[in-house]
């Protein structure tokens, strides 16, 4: 959905780097969430927000900082980039709980770390 | 600790043939169980979901079907096609609204 969009698409960085990646939505939706794909690990969840200037881990935070000082940004920071975050990172945003939980992703971003 | 488990990794299946995909979740508390479909290349998109308070839920070809007392909780395809052929996730949702996926499915429909 052109809603939700990431950037950049692609990002090569090295080992040690600090890489950003950003996530913007046109929703107004409170709800924001990081997850990264790795081949066999399925979507996990990095951070979420339930709002601005609400956030919280999930399951591998570790190495990942969130921001949230807008509600339609949700940039995610890797402080010194490792090889093990290589990854595909997708950021999805919700209106929240009730009848509408569904999860919007955004394309996605190809992040490798040599 | 939460994690919700999800099985098979692979299927693979003659187009018209029925596909059943299962997960089990380990928090008692969780009430809404999504399932996403992810075609090569794309990204992640909700295809059906169930709530704790219903048994299943159908929509044409698809079905979910939840066993709360066991925990686990499983998609249904009917007569696929080639273009269900993609990696199917399941999740449970945890807490206030942390969704929490399977390891996902990758299915093959063969013509």
């Known amino acids: 959905d052109a809603g939700i969009t990431q950037s950049p698409r692609y990002k090569i960085t090295e080992t040690g780097r600090q890489v950003t990646l950003m996530c913007h939505q046109t929703w107004s939706h409170s709800y924001m969430f990081w997850y990264r794909q790795d081949l066999g690990h399925g979507l996990r969840l990095i951070y979420y927000s339930a709002a601005a200037d609400i956030t919280d881990k999930g399951e591998v935070p570790d190495g990942y900082v969130v921001s949230r000082s807008k509600t339609e940004n949700f940039p995610l920071t890797l402080e010194s980039a490792t090889r093990s975050q290589t990854s595909v990172y997708f950021c999805?945003?919700?209106?929240?709980?009730?009848?509408?939980?569904?999860?919007?992703f955004g394309s996605g971003t190809q992040l490798s770390v040599l | 600790g939460e994690n919700v488990e999800q099985h098979p990794s692979t299927l693979s299946v003659q187009e018209g043939d029925s596909a059943v995909i299962k997960c089990t979740y380990s928090?008692?508390?969780?009430?809404?169980f999504p399932w996403y479909k992810q075609e090569l290349g794309k990204r992640p998109q909700l295809i059906i979901d169930?709530?704790?308070?219903?048994g299943e839920k159908k929509d044409q070809r698809i079905a979910v079907t939840l066993n709360k007392t066991a925990k686990h909780f499983s998609l249904h395809i009917t007569e696929t096609q080639p273009e269900d052929s993609a990696v199917y996730f399941c999740a449970a949702k945890i807490g206030y609204n942390k969704l929490i996926f399977g390891a996902g499915t990758r299915l093959a429909v063969h013509p």
């Open positions: 928090d008692s508390a969780s009430n809404y």
């Open positions: 999805a945003s919700s209106e929240g709980t009730g009848r509408n939980e569904k999860l919007f």
């Open positions: 169930i709530r704790s308070n219903v």
